[in-house]
T-cell receptor, first 114, second 114 residues
Framework: DTEVTQTPKHLVMGMTNKKSLKCEQHMGHRAMYWYKQKAKKPPELMFVYSYEKLSINESVPSRFSPECPNSSLLNLHLHALQPEDSALYLC?????????????FGPGTRLTVL | QKEVEQNSGPLSVPEGAIASLNCTYSDRVSQSFFWYRQYSGKSPELIMSIYSNGDKEDGRFTAQLNKASQYVSLLIRDSQPSDSATYLCAVNRAVTGGGNKLTFGTGTQLKVEL
C-alpha cells in the first residue's frame, strides 16, 4: 500500500463552523505533513510531524490546529476560518524527516470558506 | 531572490520531442532535489529525486543536478500529450531549530502538442 488518503475530498464551511480534515497512510512512514496550495501557486508547508510530535509550525494562524493521534493518522482541525483560507489542503508523508526522504502526497481536500 | 526559481512557461513541445525543464535554487547547502508533476485540479505526484551531481534516469525521465551551479533540470524524452501538466521543482534543506523543509518552485507548465 503506497497511498495517502484524505477525507473529505471537498468541504464547504462557514466562517463560524468547526470542521476537521483527515489524512491516513499505512506505509509505516513516521513523518507527516500538511501543505496549503492556492490556485496557480506551489504548495506551502504548514506543519510537520515527526514520530507523532509536532516538529515544524510555519507560523500558521491558530485557527488551524493539527493533531497526530497515531503514526498513521493526521488531522487538521479548522475553526473560525476566513474566506482567504479557501485552498487545496494537501497531506503528505515520508519515511522520516531527513533530507533524503521522498514525500508522497494525498489527493487533497478542496476547502471553500463562505 | 526566490529560494527556488522556475520559468512559469507555458513550454510547448511537439509530441515525440524532448522537453527540458529547468530550476535554480539559492541555498548552497540544499541536499536533495525532487521533481513533481501536477495535473490541473490534482495533487503533486513524485516523478524523480536526485541527491548527487550528475544524471539520474528513470524511463523517459532524466534528472540532472549541478550543485556548483545550483541548477536542477528534468528532461522528458518522447513527450506525450499525457505529459502535459505543471512540473514542480522542490528543494529540501535544513531549517533553524532542526528538521528539514521542502520548498517548491512556482512550477513550469508543459504543453505537449499533437
Amino acid at each position: 500500500d503506497t497511498e495517502v488518503t484524505q477525507t473529505p475530498k471537498h468541504l464547504v464551511m462557514g466562517m463560524t463552523n468547526k470542521k476537521s480534515l483527515k489524512c491516513e497512510q499505512h506505509m509505516g512512514h513516521r513523518a507527516m505533513y500538511w501543505y496549503k496550495q492556492k490556485a496557480k501557486k506551489p504548495p506551502e508547508l504548514m506543519f510537520v510531524y515527526s514520530y507523532e510530535k509536532l516538529s515544524i509550525n510555519e507560523s500558521v494562524p491558530s485557527r488551524f490546529s493539527p493533531e497526530c493521534p497515531n503514526s498513521s493518522l493526521l488531522n487538521l482541525h479548522l475553526h473560525a476560518l476566513q474566506p482567504e483560507d479557501s485552498a487545496l489542503y494537501l497531506c503528505a508523508s515520508s519515511q522520516r524527516t531527513g533530507p533524503y526522504n521522498e514525500q508522497f502526497f494525498g489527493p487533497g481536500t478542496r476547502l471553500t470558506v463562505l | 531572490q526566490k529560494e527556488v526559481e522556475q520559468n512559469s512557461g507555458p513550454l510547448s513541445v511537439p509530441e515525440g520531442a524532448i522537453a527540458s525543464l529547468n530550476c535554480t535554487y539559492s541555498d548552497r547547502v540544499s541536499q536533495s532535489f525532487f521533481w513533481y508533476r501536477q495535473y490541473s485540479g490534482k495533487s503533486p505526484e513524485l516523478i524523480m529525486s536526485i541527491y548527487s551531481n550528475g544524471d539520474k534516469e528513470d524511463g523517459r525521465f532524466t534528472a540532472q543536478l549541478n550543485k556548483a551551479s545550483q541548477y536542477v533540470s528534468l528532461l522528458i524524452r518522447d513527450s506525450q500529450p499525457s505529459d502535459s501538466a505543471t512540473y514542480l521543482c522542490a528543494v529540501n534543506r535544513a531549517v533553524t531549530g532542526g528538521g528539514n523543509k521542502l520548498t517548491f518552485g512556482t512550477g513550469t507548465q508543459l504543453k505537449v502538442e499533437l
